[in-house]
């Protein structure tokens, strides 16, 4: 079984950045894909930007550009550099993980694993 703890939230101005993370306990082979969605009271979950067992990695239109993922597998940790914050990226940061890797639709797939979140303000 594995954790997902995410860390890194907080509050920030328009136009700041944040450095989320997500510590898996557990092995590799159960996070070969891994993904961070958002979610804001009374809206869909939206899927941020998602990273594959090859690297490889995907991102919201919303997000190109601006946030950058990335995994170190030797600490099993995913993170999520996140640039030129917007009030509209304001959520509840949630990473989600899977064995099998990525899906095609990465962005609204169920996932084997869930943290519990990190706010992110952005004010």
């Known amino acids: 079984h594995v954790q997902l703890v995410e860390s890194g939230g907080g509050s920030v101005q328009v136009g700041g950045s944040l450095k989320l993370s997500c510590a898996a306990s557990g092995p590799t082979s159960e996070t070969k894909g891994m993904v961070w969605f958002r979610q804001v009271p009374g809206k869909e979950r939206e899927g941020v930007a998602g990273?594959?067992?090859?690297?490889?990695?995907r991102y919201a239109d919303s997000v190109k550009g601006r946030f950058t993922i990335s995994k170190d597998n030797q600490k099993n940790t995913l993170y999520l550099q996140m640039n030129s914050l917007k009030p509209e990226d304001t959520a509840m940061y949630i990473c989600?993980?899977?064995?099998?890797?990525?899906?095609?639709?990465?962005?609204?797939?169920?996932?084997?694993?869930w943290g519990q979140g990190t706010q992110v303000t952005v004010s």
């Open positions: 989600a993980a899977d064995p099998y890797g990525l899906p095609l639709w990465w962005f609204s797939s169920d996932y084997k694993y």
């Open positions: 990273i594959d067992s090859d690297a490889s990695t």
